[in-house]
Protein backbone atom coordinates (compact mmCIF):
# COMPACT_ATOMS: atom_id res chain seq x y z
CA UNK A 1 0.00 0.00 0.00
CA UNK A 2 1.14 3.40 -0.79
CA UNK A 3 1.61 5.95 2.21
CA UNK A 4 -1.43 8.06 1.24
CA UNK A 5 -3.43 4.90 1.43
CA UNK A 6 -2.53 3.52 4.75
CA UNK A 7 -3.16 7.09 5.97
CA UNK A 8 -6.44 7.69 4.44
CA UNK A 9 -8.05 3.99 5.23
CA UNK A 10 -7.17 5.59 9.32
CA UNK A 11 -9.05 8.85 8.52
CA UNK A 12 -6.57 10.90 8.81
CA UNK A 13 -7.21 14.04 7.01
CA UNK A 14 -4.94 16.82 5.11
CA UNK A 15 -5.61 19.10 7.78
CA UNK A 16 -4.31 16.98 10.53
CA UNK A 17 -1.37 16.00 8.52
CA UNK A 18 0.13 19.15 7.16
CA UNK A 19 1.12 22.61 8.60
CA UNK A 20 2.60 21.76 11.80
CA UNK A 21 6.07 21.76 12.57
CA UNK A 22 7.04 18.09 13.10
CA UNK A 23 7.83 16.59 10.26
CA UNK A 24 7.27 12.32 10.38
CA UNK A 25 9.50 10.57 7.79
CA UNK A 26 8.51 6.98 6.85
CA UNK A 27 11.72 4.92 7.35
CA UNK A 28 10.57 2.72 4.62
CA UNK A 29 11.91 5.19 1.36
CA UNK A 30 12.90 8.48 3.87
CA UNK A 31 9.54 10.32 2.50
CA UNK A 32 8.02 12.77 4.27
CA UNK A 33 4.39 11.89 4.98
CA UNK A 34 3.12 14.67 7.72
CA UNK A 35 3.87 17.73 9.29
CA UNK A 36 2.24 17.56 12.89
CA UNK A 37 1.40 20.23 14.87
CA UNK A 38 3.15 20.21 18.22
CA UNK A 39 1.50 20.38 21.69
CA UNK A 40 2.52 23.73 22.99
CA UNK A 41 4.70 23.32 26.34
CA UNK A 42 2.21 25.95 27.60
CA UNK A 43 -0.64 23.97 26.97
CA UNK A 44 0.92 20.92 29.41
CA UNK A 45 -0.48 22.53 32.51
CA UNK A 46 -4.11 22.35 30.88
CA UNK A 47 -3.67 18.95 29.51
CA UNK A 48 -2.59 17.49 32.89
CA UNK A 49 -5.60 19.87 34.72
CA UNK A 50 -7.80 17.94 32.43
CA UNK A 51 -6.62 14.02 33.15
CA UNK A 52 -6.95 15.05 36.47
CA UNK A 53 -10.60 16.18 36.26
CA UNK A 54 -11.35 12.72 34.36
CA UNK A 55 -9.89 11.24 37.33
CA UNK A 56 -12.41 12.25 39.39
CA UNK A 57 -14.95 10.33 38.12
CA UNK A 58 -13.39 7.71 36.21
CA UNK A 59 -11.80 5.91 39.53
CA UNK A 60 -15.62 5.92 40.58
CA UNK A 61 -16.77 3.97 37.73
CA UNK A 62 -16.64 0.14 39.41
CA UNK A 63 -13.82 -1.66 37.56
CA UNK A 64 -15.86 -4.29 35.74
CA UNK A 65 -17.24 -1.65 33.84
CA UNK A 66 -13.85 0.37 33.26
CA UNK A 67 -13.19 -3.00 31.60
CA UNK A 68 -15.97 -3.12 29.54
CA UNK A 69 -14.09 0.22 28.00
CA UNK A 70 -11.14 -2.05 27.43
CA UNK A 71 -13.00 -4.71 25.68
CA UNK A 72 -14.60 -2.38 23.00
CA UNK A 73 -11.19 -1.09 22.46
CA UNK A 74 -10.39 -4.56 21.91
CA UNK A 75 -12.80 -5.16 19.76
CA UNK A 76 -12.21 -1.57 17.44
CA UNK A 77 -8.53 -3.15 17.53
CA UNK A 78 -9.57 -6.24 15.82
CA UNK A 79 -11.02 -4.46 13.33
CA UNK A 80 -8.58 -1.71 12.49
CA UNK A 81 -5.73 -4.36 12.93
CA UNK A 82 -4.58 -4.54 9.11
CA UNK A 83 -5.04 -0.73 8.95
CA UNK A 84 -3.07 0.42 11.91
CA UNK A 85 -0.58 -2.84 11.55
CA UNK A 86 -0.08 -1.07 7.77
CA UNK A 87 0.80 2.24 9.91
CA UNK A 88 3.54 0.59 11.85
CA UNK A 89 5.09 -0.88 8.89
CA UNK A 90 4.90 2.74 7.42
CA UNK A 91 5.89 4.50 10.68
CA UNK A 92 8.42 2.21 12.55
CA UNK A 93 9.66 0.19 9.33
CA UNK A 94 8.45 -3.33 10.60
CA UNK A 95 8.23 -5.89 8.11
CA UNK A 96 4.28 -6.50 7.31
CA UNK A 97 3.80 -9.64 9.88
CA UNK A 98 5.79 -7.79 12.94
CA UNK A 99 3.73 -4.80 12.11
CA UNK A 100 0.27 -7.29 12.87
CA UNK A 101 1.98 -9.06 15.24
CA UNK A 102 2.40 -6.02 17.30
CA UNK A 103 -1.40 -4.60 16.68
CA UNK A 104 -1.96 -8.30 18.01
CA UNK A 105 0.18 -8.06 21.68
CA UNK A 106 -2.43 -4.67 21.87
CA UNK A 107 -5.82 -6.95 21.16
CA UNK A 108 -3.89 -9.58 23.76
CA UNK A 109 -3.20 -6.94 26.74
CA UNK A 110 -6.67 -5.82 26.48
CA UNK A 111 -8.29 -9.54 26.56
CA UNK A 112 -5.71 -9.20 29.64
CA UNK A 113 -7.16 -6.37 31.05
CA UNK A 114 -10.36 -7.44 30.50
CA UNK A 115 -10.17 -10.06 32.75
CA UNK A 116 -7.79 -8.48 35.15
CA UNK A 117 -10.65 -5.58 35.98
CA UNK A 118 -12.79 -8.43 37.88
CA UNK A 119 -9.92 -9.20 39.55
CA UNK A 120 -8.21 -6.64 41.34
CA UNK A 121 -7.85 -8.26 44.30
CA UNK A 122 -6.80 -7.13 47.78
CA UNK A 123 -6.11 -9.80 50.78
CA UNK A 124 -7.70 -10.44 53.78
CA UNK A 125 -4.68 -10.70 56.73
CA UNK A 126 -4.76 -12.47 60.23
CA UNK A 127 -5.06 -9.79 62.74
CA UNK A 128 -3.13 -10.40 65.85
CA UNK A 129 -5.65 -8.26 68.34
CA UNK A 130 -9.28 -10.02 68.73
CA UNK A 131 -12.38 -9.03 67.13
CA UNK A 132 -10.27 -7.00 64.44
CA UNK A 133 -10.02 -7.64 60.90
CA UNK A 134 -7.19 -6.67 58.86
CA UNK A 135 -7.23 -6.33 54.85
CA UNK A 136 -5.56 -4.88 52.06
CA UNK A 137 -7.25 -2.58 49.21
CA UNK A 138 -6.16 -1.49 45.62
CA UNK A 139 -7.48 1.72 44.66
CA UNK A 140 -6.29 4.24 41.72
CA UNK A 141 -3.51 6.65 41.67
CA UNK A 142 -4.44 9.16 39.25
CA UNK A 143 -3.14 10.61 35.83
CA UNK A 144 -0.48 7.96 34.27
CA UNK A 145 1.67 9.66 31.72
CA UNK A 146 2.91 7.11 28.77
CA UNK A 147 6.18 7.75 27.17
CA UNK A 148 7.16 5.54 24.43
CA UNK A 149 9.86 4.69 21.79
CA UNK A 150 9.26 4.38 18.12
CA UNK A 151 10.17 0.70 18.31
CA UNK A 152 6.97 -0.75 20.07
CA UNK A 153 5.17 2.47 18.23
CA UNK A 154 1.82 1.31 19.99
CA UNK A 155 2.53 -2.05 21.80
CA UNK A 156 3.63 -0.77 24.48
CA UNK A 157 1.66 1.93 25.02
CA UNK A 158 -1.30 -0.63 25.56
CA UNK A 159 0.53 -2.43 27.74
CA UNK A 160 0.47 0.43 29.81
CA UNK A 161 -3.38 2.00 29.08
CA UNK A 162 -4.91 -1.25 29.40
CA UNK A 163 -3.73 -1.86 33.02
CA UNK A 164 -4.20 1.82 33.91
CA UNK A 165 -7.76 1.72 32.34
CA UNK A 166 -9.28 -0.88 33.81
CA UNK A 167 -7.03 0.24 37.50
CA UNK A 168 -9.30 3.69 37.23
CA UNK A 169 -6.34 6.15 35.77
CA UNK A 170 -6.68 8.16 32.81
CA UNK A 171 -3.94 8.76 30.68
CA UNK A 172 -1.74 10.96 29.19
CA UNK A 173 0.52 9.45 25.90
CA UNK A 174 3.92 11.25 24.51
CA UNK A 175 4.93 8.53 21.78
CA UNK A 176 8.09 9.10 20.01
CA UNK A 177 8.47 12.04 17.82
CA UNK A 178 9.79 9.58 14.78
CA UNK A 179 6.20 7.33 15.77
CA UNK A 180 3.20 10.00 16.21
CA UNK A 181 1.04 9.19 13.74
CA UNK A 182 0.58 5.42 15.33
CA UNK A 183 -1.06 7.19 18.63
CA UNK A 184 -2.84 10.02 16.93
CA UNK A 185 -4.48 6.81 15.05
CA UNK A 186 -4.84 4.79 18.47
CA UNK A 187 -6.58 7.73 19.72
CA UNK A 188 -8.87 7.30 16.95
CA UNK A 189 -9.64 4.18 17.71
CA UNK A 190 -10.10 4.64 21.34
CA UNK A 191 -12.83 7.25 20.83
CA UNK A 192 -14.57 5.10 18.47
CA UNK A 193 -14.77 2.56 21.92
CA UNK A 194 -15.38 5.62 24.23
CA UNK A 195 -18.23 6.37 21.41
CA UNK A 196 -20.08 3.03 22.05
CA UNK A 197 -19.25 3.12 26.18
CA UNK A 198 -21.39 5.83 27.05
CA UNK A 199 -21.45 8.61 29.01
CA UNK A 200 -19.56 7.04 32.04
CA UNK A 201 -16.28 7.46 30.14
CA UNK A 202 -15.58 11.21 30.79
CA UNK A 203 -13.85 13.62 28.60
CA UNK A 204 -10.23 13.15 28.44
CA UNK A 205 -9.61 10.11 29.59
CA UNK A 206 -6.69 9.60 27.00
CA UNK A 207 -5.03 12.57 25.82
CA UNK A 208 -1.82 12.09 23.50
CA UNK A 209 0.55 14.80 23.35
CA UNK A 210 2.69 15.65 20.08
CA UNK A 211 6.35 17.25 20.92
CA UNK A 212 9.73 16.68 21.39
CA UNK A 213 11.16 16.03 25.11
CA UNK A 214 10.02 19.45 26.77
CA UNK A 215 6.33 17.65 26.53
CA UNK A 216 7.69 14.75 28.07
CA UNK A 217 9.57 16.83 30.75
CA UNK A 218 6.17 18.54 31.85
CA UNK A 219 4.90 15.30 32.53
CA UNK A 220 7.87 13.68 34.19
CA UNK A 221 8.14 16.69 36.99
CA UNK A 222 4.26 17.25 37.29
CA UNK A 223 3.33 16.42 40.89
CA UNK A 224 -0.26 15.54 39.53
CA UNK A 225 1.29 12.81 37.32
CA UNK A 226 1.28 10.09 40.18
CA UNK A 227 2.69 7.37 38.02
CA UNK A 228 5.03 8.12 34.99
CA UNK A 229 6.05 4.84 32.84
CA UNK A 230 8.78 5.64 30.28
CA UNK A 231 10.34 3.22 27.74
CA UNK A 232 13.41 3.96 25.56
CA UNK A 233 17.25 4.27 26.46
CA UNK A 234 19.18 3.96 29.36
CA UNK A 235 20.63 7.65 28.96
CA UNK A 236 17.02 8.59 28.80
CA UNK A 237 15.63 6.61 31.80
CA UNK A 238 19.03 8.29 33.86
CA UNK A 239 17.20 11.41 33.64
CA UNK A 240 13.50 10.40 33.90
CA UNK A 241 13.76 7.98 36.79
CA UNK A 242 15.53 10.41 39.20
CA UNK A 243 13.21 13.25 38.40
CA UNK A 244 10.04 11.28 38.95
CA UNK A 245 11.12 9.75 42.45
CA UNK A 246 12.23 13.47 43.69
CA UNK A 247 9.10 14.68 43.08
CA UNK A 248 7.57 11.12 45.06
CA UNK A 249 5.72 9.60 41.57
CA UNK A 250 6.61 5.96 40.85
CA UNK A 251 8.45 5.47 37.94
CA UNK A 252 7.91 2.40 36.08
CA UNK A 253 11.16 2.09 33.56
CA UNK A 254 11.43 -0.20 30.42
CA UNK A 255 15.14 1.10 29.31
CA UNK A 256 18.36 -0.77 27.54
CA UNK A 257 18.85 -4.40 27.18
CA UNK A 258 21.99 -6.17 25.85
CA UNK A 259 19.82 -9.83 25.65
CA UNK A 260 22.38 -13.16 25.73
CA UNK A 261 21.52 -16.39 24.83
CA UNK A 262 23.84 -18.99 26.11
CA UNK A 263 24.48 -22.02 23.62
CA UNK A 264 25.46 -25.24 24.87
CA UNK A 265 26.90 -28.50 23.73
CA UNK A 266 23.38 -30.70 24.12
CA UNK A 267 21.77 -27.84 22.27
CA UNK A 268 19.52 -28.56 19.24
CA UNK A 269 21.45 -26.60 16.56
CA UNK A 270 18.24 -26.34 14.48
CA UNK A 271 16.31 -24.76 16.72
CA UNK A 272 18.70 -22.46 18.20
CA UNK A 273 19.68 -20.76 14.67
CA UNK A 274 15.62 -20.30 14.21
CA UNK A 275 15.73 -18.53 17.29
CA UNK A 276 18.96 -16.55 17.09
CA UNK A 277 18.05 -15.65 13.21
CA UNK A 278 14.58 -13.94 14.75
CA UNK A 279 15.82 -12.37 18.06
CA UNK A 280 18.61 -11.01 16.44
CA UNK A 281 18.04 -9.61 12.85
CA UNK A 282 13.66 -9.66 13.29
CA UNK A 283 12.49 -5.71 13.64
CA UNK A 284 16.06 -5.37 12.34
CA UNK A 285 17.44 -5.89 15.71
CA UNK A 286 15.54 -2.96 16.67
CA UNK A 287 13.69 -4.49 19.68
CA UNK A 288 14.66 -3.72 23.44
CA UNK A 289 14.70 -7.72 23.81
CA UNK A 290 16.88 -8.32 20.28
CA UNK A 291 19.63 -10.94 20.79
CA UNK A 292 22.73 -9.26 21.45
CA UNK A 293 25.60 -11.36 22.59
CA UNK A 294 25.84 -15.11 22.14
CA UNK A 295 27.57 -16.69 24.15
CA UNK A 296 28.28 -20.62 22.85
CA UNK A 297 30.41 -23.39 24.19
CA UNK A 298 33.46 -23.74 22.17
CA UNK A 299 32.74 -27.14 21.14
CA UNK A 300 30.93 -26.05 19.00
CA UNK A 301 30.91 -22.42 17.82
CA UNK A 302 33.01 -23.05 14.66
CA UNK A 303 29.82 -25.13 13.43
CA UNK A 304 27.12 -22.71 14.84
CA UNK A 305 28.84 -19.89 13.67
CA UNK A 306 28.94 -21.82 9.96
CA UNK A 307 25.86 -22.47 9.80
CA UNK A 308 24.76 -18.70 11.56
CA UNK A 309 26.75 -16.99 8.25
CA UNK A 310 24.90 -19.48 6.22
CA UNK A 311 21.66 -18.08 7.13
CA UNK A 312 22.46 -14.59 7.70
CA UNK A 313 23.65 -14.64 3.67
CA UNK A 314 20.44 -15.49 2.39
CA UNK A 315 18.08 -13.30 4.38
CA UNK A 316 15.77 -11.11 2.61
CA UNK A 317 16.27 -7.27 3.41
CA UNK A 318 14.02 -4.52 1.74
CA UNK A 319 10.87 -2.99 1.53
CA UNK A 320 8.68 -4.10 4.74
CA UNK A 321 5.32 -3.78 2.40
CA UNK A 322 6.60 -7.03 0.34
CA UNK A 323 5.77 -10.50 0.80
CA UNK A 324 9.28 -12.29 1.61
CA UNK A 325 10.64 -9.34 3.14
CA UNK A 326 11.84 -10.47 6.71
CA UNK A 327 14.42 -7.21 7.19
CA UNK A 328 13.02 -3.70 6.96
CA UNK A 329 14.91 -0.53 7.23
CA UNK A 330 16.39 0.83 10.18
CA UNK A 331 14.48 3.61 11.53
CA UNK A 332 17.06 6.77 10.30
CA UNK A 333 20.37 7.26 9.18
CA UNK A 334 21.57 8.12 12.63
CA UNK A 335 20.78 4.24 13.66
CA UNK A 336 22.79 3.27 10.67
CA UNK A 337 26.24 5.89 11.74
CA UNK A 338 25.33 4.31 15.15
CA UNK A 339 25.60 0.85 13.34
CA UNK A 340 28.71 1.74 11.82
CA UNK A 341 30.45 3.15 14.74
CA UNK A 342 30.21 -0.39 16.88
CA UNK A 343 31.14 -2.27 14.30
CA UNK A 344 34.72 -0.20 13.67
CA UNK A 345 35.19 0.01 17.40
CA UNK A 346 34.08 -4.26 18.16
CA UNK A 347 37.21 -4.76 14.84
CA UNK A 348 39.45 -2.30 16.87
CA UNK A 349 38.77 -4.72 19.63
CA UNK A 350 39.64 -7.21 18.07
CA UNK A 351 36.96 -8.34 16.36
CA UNK A 352 35.90 -9.97 13.15
CA UNK A 353 32.91 -8.77 11.49
CA UNK A 354 30.95 -10.97 8.91
CA UNK A 355 27.65 -8.54 6.95
CA UNK A 356 26.96 -5.47 8.29
CA UNK A 357 27.21 -3.17 5.61
CA UNK A 358 24.31 -0.70 4.06
CA UNK A 359 22.43 -1.77 1.64
CA UNK A 360 21.44 0.40 -1.28
CA UNK A 361 20.09 -1.95 -4.42
CA UNK A 362 16.68 -2.70 -4.66
CA UNK A 363 15.38 -1.01 -1.69
CA UNK A 364 13.27 1.84 -1.64
CA UNK A 365 15.83 4.58 0.03
CA UNK A 366 16.03 4.68 3.81
CA UNK A 367 18.60 3.41 6.09
CA UNK A 368 19.03 -0.51 5.23
CA UNK A 369 21.53 -2.67 6.48
CA UNK A 370 22.93 -6.67 6.28
CA UNK A 371 23.01 -7.58 9.87
CA UNK A 372 26.06 -8.53 11.37
CA UNK A 373 27.57 -11.01 13.04
CA UNK A 374 31.01 -10.38 14.78
CA UNK A 375 33.42 -13.01 16.41
CA UNK A 376 34.93 -11.66 19.35
CA UNK A 377 38.37 -12.50 21.52
CA UNK A 378 35.99 -11.24 24.59
CA UNK A 379 33.22 -9.21 25.85
CA UNK A 380 34.99 -5.81 25.47
CA UNK A 381 33.23 -2.44 26.23
CA UNK A 382 31.64 -2.12 22.93
CA UNK A 383 29.78 -6.09 23.57
CA UNK A 384 28.55 -4.27 26.66
CA UNK A 385 26.77 -1.18 25.18
CA UNK A 386 23.63 -1.77 23.58
CA UNK A 387 23.34 -0.68 19.77
CA UNK A 388 19.87 -0.48 18.67
CA UNK A 389 20.82 -2.28 15.46
CA UNK A 390 20.74 -6.17 14.09
CA UNK A 391 24.95 -6.57 15.69
CA UNK A 392 25.42 -10.05 17.24
CA UNK A 393 28.62 -10.29 19.27
CA UNK A 394 29.68 -14.04 19.63
CA UNK A 395 31.87 -15.18 22.32
CA UNK A 396 32.33 -19.04 23.66
CA UNK A 397 32.86 -20.59 27.28
CA UNK A 398 34.30 -23.89 28.50
CA UNK A 399 32.38 -24.14 31.58
CA UNK A 400 28.90 -23.35 32.35
CA UNK A 401 29.40 -20.96 35.11
CA UNK A 402 31.83 -19.11 33.27
CA UNK A 403 28.67 -18.57 30.45
CA UNK A 404 26.47 -17.47 33.19
CA UNK A 405 29.11 -15.14 34.26
CA UNK A 406 29.22 -13.50 31.22
CA UNK A 407 25.85 -13.04 30.75
CA UNK A 408 25.49 -11.52 33.73
CA UNK A 409 28.63 -9.03 33.58
CA UNK A 410 26.90 -6.18 31.25
CA UNK A 411 25.12 -3.12 33.08
CA UNK A 412 21.81 -4.10 31.93
CA UNK A 413 19.25 -6.85 32.55
CA UNK A 414 16.56 -7.55 30.23
CA UNK A 415 16.53 -10.99 28.62
CA UNK A 416 18.36 -13.82 28.57
CA UNK A 417 18.07 -17.68 27.33
CA UNK A 418 20.05 -20.54 27.12
CA UNK A 419 19.19 -23.59 24.78
CA UNK A 420 19.93 -27.04 26.17
CA UNK A 421 18.80 -29.90 26.41
CA UNK A 422 20.35 -30.37 29.63
CA UNK A 423 18.31 -30.37 32.67
CA UNK A 424 20.60 -29.60 34.76
CA UNK A 425 22.50 -26.65 32.73
CA UNK A 426 18.32 -25.66 32.05
CA UNK A 427 17.38 -25.03 35.60
CA UNK A 428 20.99 -23.83 37.14
CA UNK A 429 20.18 -21.07 34.16
CA UNK A 430 16.58 -20.08 36.09
CA UNK A 431 17.89 -20.29 39.59
CA UNK A 432 19.65 -18.04 41.95
CA UNK A 433 22.68 -18.24 41.10
CA UNK A 434 21.67 -18.67 37.13
CA UNK A 435 20.33 -15.26 35.00
CA UNK A 436 20.04 -11.63 36.62
CA UNK A 437 17.73 -10.73 33.96
CA UNK A 438 13.88 -10.24 34.14
CA UNK A 439 13.23 -12.56 31.65
CA UNK A 440 14.98 -15.81 31.56
CA UNK A 441 13.83 -18.51 28.50
CA UNK A 442 15.15 -21.95 28.28
CA UNK A 443 15.31 -23.30 24.41
CA UNK A 444 13.15 -19.86 22.97
CA UNK A 445 14.97 -16.64 21.95
CA UNK A 446 15.30 -13.50 24.24
CA UNK A 447 12.44 -11.19 22.41
CA UNK A 448 8.63 -11.82 21.24
CA UNK A 449 7.32 -12.14 25.24
CA UNK A 450 4.23 -13.30 25.64
CA UNK A 451 1.91 -10.29 27.22
CA UNK A 452 1.00 -12.67 30.07
CA UNK A 453 4.13 -12.66 32.14
CA UNK A 454 5.39 -9.43 33.19
CA UNK A 455 7.68 -7.75 31.63
CA UNK A 456 10.78 -5.33 32.37
CA UNK A 457 14.30 -6.02 33.31
CA UNK A 458 16.52 -5.08 36.17
CA UNK A 459 19.89 -3.00 36.87
CA UNK A 460 20.03 -0.45 33.76
CA UNK A 461 16.89 -1.80 32.29
CA UNK A 462 15.38 -0.02 34.86
CA UNK A 463 13.77 -2.45 37.09
CA UNK A 464 9.99 -1.29 35.94
CA UNK A 465 7.28 -4.24 35.26
CA UNK A 466 4.39 -3.65 32.67
CA UNK A 467 1.84 -5.85 30.69
CA UNK A 468 0.73 -9.25 32.80
CA UNK A 469 1.12 -11.15 35.92
CA UNK A 470 0.41 -8.84 38.84
CA UNK A 471 2.20 -5.58 36.79
CA UNK A 472 -1.40 -3.95 37.31
CA UNK A 473 -0.19 -3.11 41.29
CA UNK A 474 2.15 -0.64 39.40
CA UNK A 475 -0.69 1.26 38.94
CA UNK A 476 -2.73 0.77 41.50
CA UNK A 477 -2.20 2.24 45.70
CA UNK A 478 -2.27 -0.10 48.04
CA UNK A 479 -4.26 0.14 51.01
CA UNK A 480 -4.02 -1.44 54.27
CA UNK A 481 -7.05 -1.40 56.87
CA UNK A 482 -7.69 -2.76 60.38
CA UNK A 483 -11.30 -2.92 61.66
CA UNK A 484 -12.08 -3.32 65.16
CA UNK A 485 -15.37 -4.62 65.72
CA UNK A 486 -14.75 -5.94 69.18
CA UNK A 487 -15.34 -3.34 72.45
CA UNK A 488 -12.07 -3.30 73.34
CA UNK A 489 -9.15 -1.59 72.23
CA UNK A 490 -6.33 -3.58 72.38
CA UNK A 491 -2.84 -2.11 70.85
CA UNK A 492 -0.11 -4.01 68.64
CA UNK A 493 2.55 -5.28 70.16
CA UNK A 494 0.74 -5.87 73.41
CA UNK A 495 1.69 -2.78 74.11
CA UNK A 496 -0.65 -1.17 77.44
CA UNK A 497 -1.65 2.67 77.35
CA UNK A 498 -3.93 3.15 79.64
CA UNK A 499 -5.16 6.66 80.69
C1 LIG B 1 10.35 -3.45 23.20
O1 LIG B 1 11.20 -3.75 22.37
O2 LIG B 1 10.32 -2.30 23.72
O3 LIG B 1 9.21 -9.24 23.86
C2 LIG B 1 9.25 -4.34 23.60
C3 LIG B 1 9.17 -8.61 22.81
C4 LIG B 1 7.95 -7.78 22.54
C5 LIG B 1 8.06 -6.45 23.20
C6 LIG B 1 9.33 -5.71 23.01
N1 LIG B 1 6.79 -8.47 23.02
O4 LIG B 1 10.06 -8.64 21.99
Known sequence: MEHAQVLSALRFGDSELSGGTLTVRSPIDGADVAKLAETPVSEMAAVISRSKAAFKSWRTVPAPRRGELVRLLGEELRAAKEDLGALV?????????????????????????????????????????????????????GPCGVITAFNFPVAVWSWNAALALVCGN?????????????????????????ARFGDDAPEDLMQVVIGGAQIGEALVTSKDVPILSATGSTRMGGIVGPKVSARWGRPILELGGNNAM????????E???????????????????SLRRLIVHKSIKDELVAKLVKAYGSLPIGDPRSDGTLIGPLIDLRSLDAMQSA??????????????????????????????????PGQTETVKTETFAPILYVMEYEDLEEAIDLQNDVPQGLSSCIFTLNMREAETFLSAT??????????????GAEIGGAFGGEKETGGGRESGSDAWKGYMRRQTSTVNYSAELPLAQGVKFDI
Open 262 to 269: IVAPSADL
Open 170 to 194: PVIWKPSEKTPLTALACKKIFDKAV
Open 434 to 447: GSDCGIANVNIGPS
Open 271 to 289: MAVRAIVFSAVGTAGQRCT
Open 89 to 141: TLEAGKITSEGLGEVQEMIDICDFAVGLSRQLYGLTIASERPGHKMSETWHPM
Open 343 to 376: LAKATAEGGSVHGGGQVTDGVPGGAYVAPALVEM
